[in-house]
């Protein structure tokens, strides 16, 4: 794969393009200094978190129509009023009542919990964001600030999450922007992908690893799934969002964290026939698989391994409290109920709230790929949003 240069594209301005070729001369140094191959994940970390040229550090407009992509807060106020339920079932048993919510994007979920926690009475002694990207922050103050001015002194930002928690972690599409290290399995080797300088054009190669943690994590895939992976066989592992969760389990004290992404337990995550892995780029509401396109530009995910997240919180001590569709968990927590009680006369509004609905829980939109993992320390009460279908089974067995 060659990177073609961001003017190819007419809607990208000249601004852009001077960030992305400022962003390719730093890469070129990086790649330089790593005496000539950059792993796939380093390169990621670098196109998406580059202070100043970096996607998700620098771009203007990420959420919503005139952006990237669109995610559930902005498609439907409803979703963040389910997870508002689902917060205010938990907040009472926390001796310190706080949240956090970690890349908290246009500040949509913000807004409506909060707002929704009002309206029960169950407001937080404080919601704290963590936010690396000064764009976004100020995003999110101007929404809450025309919005709900009210609610502004609970909230703080922060840059990362604190050593001790007592509270809810909300993650809402977090993992899957996180840098994945991507492999291909050779008939007799491993091989990982690594950015190289090819006529001084970026380009992804095949290159020969001896990593340990990589081998091993694929030779446990191999053998859970009973036989070698297909030669020429590519996916992904996100290391990255594995000792996220590693870490903040390990901050957490006395609450629960709850992980909504696009992803799979393992055994259908590296199905024989997902051979060409789950990395997808975002760019203007277009879809591709090659992270040399746009840099810093696009925004590059890969769908979450769940069975990988539910090992390593079991092994750092949490319990596993559900794991289900994105469809299953907001039935259980009464969205259809949330219709009712905000539907009008108004044709309008009535085709926008089923409208809501079926993007968030249909099959065919986001109801099947979302899936939701619930995890938790030291709660004593329970954890709704699994009545419907608790898949929890589905992780542990496949470990």
């Known amino acids: 794969m060659s990177n073609p240069t961001p003017h190819n594209s007419a809607d990208i301005s000249p601004i852009e393009v001077q960030r992305s070729m400022q962003l390719q001369a730093q890469l070129r140094q990086s790649i330089a200094a790593a005496k000539?191959?950059?792993?796939?994940?380093?390169f990621i970390q670098q196109v998406l978190y580059t202070p100043q040229s970096g996607y998700y550090s620098a771009a203007t407009t990420i959420f919503g129509r005139e952006g990237d992509f669109i995610?559930?807060?902005e498609i439907a106020p409803l979703f963040a009023q389910c997870l508002a339920r689902w917060c205010a079932?938990?907040?009472p048993a926390l001796?310190?009542?706080?949240?956090?919510?970690?890349?908290?994007?246009?500040?949509a979920l913000l807004v409506e919990v909060l707002l929704a926690l009002s309206?029960?009475?169950?407001?937080?002694?404080?919601y704290y964001i963590v936010d690396i990207s000064p764009t976004l922050r100020a995003q999110q103050r101007a929404r809450l600030q025309a919005t709900a001015p009210e609610l502004l002194a609970r909230v703080s930002w922060l840059d990362s999450l604190p050593d001790t928690i007592t509270g809810i972690v909300l993650a809402n599409e977090l993992l899957d922007a996180m840098p994945v290290r991507r492999f291909v399995r050779d008939t007799n080797a491993v091989l990982e992908q690594m950015v190289v300088l090819r006529d001084d054009q970026l380009v992804i190669e095949n290159c020969?690893?001896?990593?340990?943690?990589?081998?091993a994590r694929i030779a446990a895939i191999e053998a859970q799934q009973g036989e070698p992976l297909a030669a020429g066989y590519c996916s992904e592992i996100n290391f990255a969002a594995e000792d996220w969760l590693n870490h903040t389990a390990a901050s957490l004290q006395h609450g629960a964290l709850l992980l909504i992404d696009y992803g799979y337990p393992r055994s259908v995550?590296?199905?024989p026939q997902r051979r060409s892995g789950t990395l997808v780029c975002h760019h203007r509401h277009t879809?591709?698989?090659d992270p040399l396109q746009h840099i810093g530009l696009q925004d590059i995910t890969a769908f979450v391994d769940f069975s990988a997240m539910a090992q390593v919180a079991q092994q750092a001590g949490l319990t596993l409290d559900g794991f289900t569709t994105q469809a299953h968990f907001l039935l259980d927590l009464g969205i259809l109920n949330l219709i009712g009680a905000r539907m009008t006369a108004d044709p309008t509004q009535q085709l926008q709230l089923a409208g809501q609905v079926r993007r968030l829980t249909m099959p065919y939109e986001m109801g099947e790929a979302f899936k939701v993992l619930a995890v938790s320390k030291n709660l004593q009460t329970g954890v709704p949003g699994f009545g419907f279908r608790n898949r929890i089974e589905e992780l542990i067995g496949h470990e």
């Open 71 to 73: 995610t559930a807060p």
């Open 287 to 289: 879809v591709n698989t």
């Open 36 to 42: 000539g191959a950059l792993r796939l994940d380093e």
């Open 269 to 271: 995550y590296y199905h």
């Open 119 to 126: 309206a029960h009475d169950c407001l937080p002694a404080h």
């Open 208 to 215: 020969t690893t001896h990593d340990a943690r990589l081998l």
């Open 95 to 107: 001796s310190q009542q706080h949240i956090y919510e970690v890349g908290a994007g246009s500040g």
């Open 89 to 91: 079932a938990i907040l």
